[in-house]
């Protein structure tokens, strides 16, 4: 019995955490001011008693919130701005056609194809053109039976985007510091995630692939994260009064990207690194348990960044490297050898891991201490470069408009399928059928695996929403209660469908139903015809992406795959010219090289994972492609190695040799990419092993034959910055060979 107890009294404790958890990671502010937004007009209308001209003015601040994320305020207006004219002038259009079959649905694939054709101008274009693609839906359904003219609710929508920006200006004046906090926060978590994983990779005795899986996975969600971030802190400078806030966020958030690097570019040699586990198990389980402990760290500062006198101090980590430095200089006695390679990697990594313990430091003094000589030395004028700038010429239209185009085919796709499922509900008078036209809008995307994902989750929720709506209408017949949980599903949904799409359908689900109560005597018919639609939304999206002009990830993967080896091109390029400057700052087009290369190295696992995502009858040659994704991003930690490497720790003037072989390893990287572009071409690797060991082999010639070291400690770090960058170099060649073989083996096209 007391067992059955401590069970359910340790499942209550997790679900509470978890509940905790949740509420803590998950912004309810946005969620909060859209309901406000919508609830208010509706108030005012019933109150005056005039609903009927407020509901189009409701619908209006709708219309413009898809375009409210965090970012840039200038842009985010802009948007919002713009999503209302939108939505006012395709209201307007559908108003007055909608009444007439023949003339409708001809203007309903033109205007679907136009409207989604405009995501061509990037992500925020994609959010206007969602708004639309809703407004042109709606106008579909005849406004709900509204007894109003079409320009009458068209400028009642236009009202309410002005309501809307109105409600988004306020909320950033009054929460300025919310999207700041928040998304450094889910920044924060997930840095620590992926140093977690890293240290995971250390132990071969766990699964590696399905690790690195993951850690794909949270690059992609931190490179997203970062560029949110950038804007906040780079693009809106204005309004944090003379606290010296943004800036002093802006530092901590070089340094989380500093740790990240440091993170990726500590090298895994997986072959070394598990001989180096059998051979030296307790140094190694220390450095495990001290990069777990730096990850506990960074989740601890997540959850105390409003309040930073909070955090706690560093002794711990103090006491696990000073654990490691015990056990090498022990082992460094046992040897008596400065050569020892296994000695030397040990050192290596320590040297790794003291920087990342000291960037924890470093951030939390940045957080704790507001007045600081630092935030001088930002130059403001340059850190704008490192924003993605969005290309919105007009040129890309042209460009794009070819099959050739992924979002050509996707607006071409979604054009016909919302013009069968219209006929559809025509046809067999489907009841609210505008649902089918919502639902393709919301789940289909340009990708088949986010489109199948996205339909089965929206199933499932649909589903599960529709019970629980069933169970609570059959135990409660009360319409206040049912006023209240609409409203409360609605910011849920909203506070969902960016982490769970699965859980934001259910709460869409629950929300539509507890509205329609309110007005539909009969709502199990509500219920029925909403799976209906759902289901058969959900089939046409799938089959539409299957049948019509499908843009299977393979022939996209090729382009993404060239970038990424230009990217790291590049990146060597400025890693090796930064090497030769000898203890130089590392120039603007140093930190431009490495963001677009992690960028580029995203959208390269982005893409793969596109790709696993399809049907196997896609999917030729995966595991090979895998390996080849899986290189390129090796190569990126080679290089990100030595980058950090210099920046972090006394360097000497770099040989002519080095700089041959660099040489050499970008000849491999341009044979990829010729490769890539035409496969029928043979060509050979090129080969620098002799000029490594006559440069770094037998124990570092070059160094012993260096008279100029007279000082040990000096010497010491010459032999560790030697076997450093030779064991580096090498690794690096191995890795240009590889790609070289697969790439030529590899069919891409």
């Known amino acids: 019995m007391s067992n059955i107890f401590i069970i359910f009294k340790n ?52 219309l413009a919130s898809p375009s409210d994320v965090n970012g840039s305020i200038r842009l985010k207006l802009t948007g919002i701005l713009l999503s209302s004219i939108l939505a006012m002038f395709v209201t307007l259009i559908g108003g007055y056609l909608s009444s007439n079959l023949w003339f409708f649905l001809p203007m309903l694939g033109i205007l679907m194809f136009a409207i989604s054709y405009l995501s061509i101008f990037g992500f925020r274009a994609s959010l206007i053109s969602f708004s639309g693609l809703f407004a042109l839906v709606v106008s579909s359904s005849n406004f709900g039976g509204l007894d109003l ?22 909320s950033h004046l009054l929460f300025r510091k919310t999207p700041i906090e928040k998304t450094l926060a889910k920044a924060f978590r997930l840095t620590a995630k992926f140093i977690e994983i890293r240290g995971k990779l250390v132990n071969q005795q766990n699964d590696r692939v399905e690790l690195s899986k993951k850690l794909f996975e949270i690059q992609i969600e931190l490179s997203n994260e970062h560029e949110v971030l950038r804007e906040l802190l780079i693009l809106n400078r204005r309004g944090f009064g003379t606290s010296n806030y943004q800036d002093r966020k802006l530092l901590v958030f070089i340094e989380l990207i500093e740790m990240l690097e440091l993170a990726i570019a500590s090298p895994i040699d997986y072959e070394k690194t598990d001989k180096l586990f059998s051979q030296h198990t307790e140094q190694m389980f220390a450095f495990q348990k001290l990069i ?50 296994d000695l030397l990697m040990l050192k290596n990594l320590f040297k790794y891991q003291k920087h990342q313990v000291s960037k924890i430091k470093k951030i939390k003094w940045l957080l704790q201490n507001k007045n600081q000589k630092e935030l001088n030395k930002l130059r403001k004028k340059e850190l704008i470069n490192f924003v993605t700038q969005p290309d919105y010429n007009v040129n890309l239209l042209i460009e794009n408009f070819n099959f050739d185009s992924s979002i050509f085919r996707h607006s071409l796709r979604i054009a016909v399928v919302t013009i069968v499922g219209y006929i ?8 609210n059928s505008y649902w089918i036209l919502l639902t393709l809008v919301v789940i289909m995307r340009p990708a088949y695996g986010l489109t199948k994902t996205r339909s089965q989750e929206r199933t499932i929720g649909t589903l599960i929403g529709s019970a629980i709506a069933i169970v609570i209408i059959l135990l409660i017949n009360n319409v206040v209660v049912y006023a209240l949980l609409a409203i409360i599903s609605f910011i849920l949904s909203l506070a969902m469908i960016q982490k769970n799409y699965k859980s934001a359908a259910v709460f869409i689900t629950l929300n539509v139903v507890f509205i329609y109560t309110l007005f539909v005597p009969d709502i199990f018919s509500v219920i029925q015809f909403r799976i209906i639609d759902t289901l058969i939304a959900t089939a046409l999206a799938i089959v539409g992406n299957i049948l019509l002009w499908p843009a299977w990830e393979m022939k996209s993967f090729e382009f993404t795959l060239l970038e990424s080896i230009k990217a790291n091109k590049e990146y060597l390029k400025e890693v090796a010219k930064y090497y030769n400057t000898v203890n130089g700052e590392p120039s603007e087009a140093y930190k431009l090289s490495r963001k677009k290369a992690f960028l580029a190295m995203s959208d390269l696992s982005a893409s793969f994972q596109r790709m696993a995502q399809e049907p196997k009858t896609q999917q030729k040659n ?66 620098s092993s002799e000029i490594l060991e006559s440069t770094y082999g037998d124990d570092f010639k070059e160094i012993v034959q260096l008279d100029l070291l007279d000082d040990k400690v000096e010497k010491s770090l010459k032999i560790e910055e030697a076997h450093f960058v030779y064991e580096l170099l090498k690794w690096m060649m191995s890795l240009t060979n590889k790609n070289i073989r697969l790439l030529s083996k590899t069919e891409l096209k």
């Open 149 to 170: 003219p079409a320009h009458i609710i068209s400028l009642l929508i236009g009202v309410g985007g002005l309501w809307y920006i109105c409600i988004a200006v306020l």
């Open 424 to 431: 559809i509900g025509y046809i067999f008078d489907l009841q």
């Open 622 to 687: 995966l595991e090979k492609i895998y390996e080849i994704a899986m290189l390129n991003n090796t190569f990126l930690v080679a290089t990100a190695s030595l980058g950090t490497y210099t920046m972090n720790n006394p360097t000497t003037p770099a040989s002519s040799n080095f700089n041959k072989i660099i040489k050499y390893i970008q000849q491999n990287l341009s044979i990829a990419e010729s490769l890539i572009v035409n496969q029928s071409i043979e060509f050979k690797a090129t080969d």
């Open 11 to 62: 499942l209550l404790k997790n679900t509470f955490n978890q509940l905790i958890e949740f509420v803590r990671e998950t912004d309810f502010s946005g969620p909060v001011m859209v309901c406000f937004a919508l609830i208010t007009p509706i108030a005012i209308g019933f109150k005056l008693d005039l609903l009927e001209y407020f509901i189009p003015i409701t619908l209006g601040a709708f």
């Open 292 to 341: 777990f402990e730096m990850s506990k760290q960074l989740n601890q500062i997540s959850k105390q960044l409003s309040s930073p006198l909070k955090i706690k101090g560093n002794k711990r980590l103090d006491k696990r490297l000073k654990t490691i430095e015990n056990l090498i200089n022990d082992f460094e006695k046992i040897t008596n050898n400065p050569f020892d390679s």
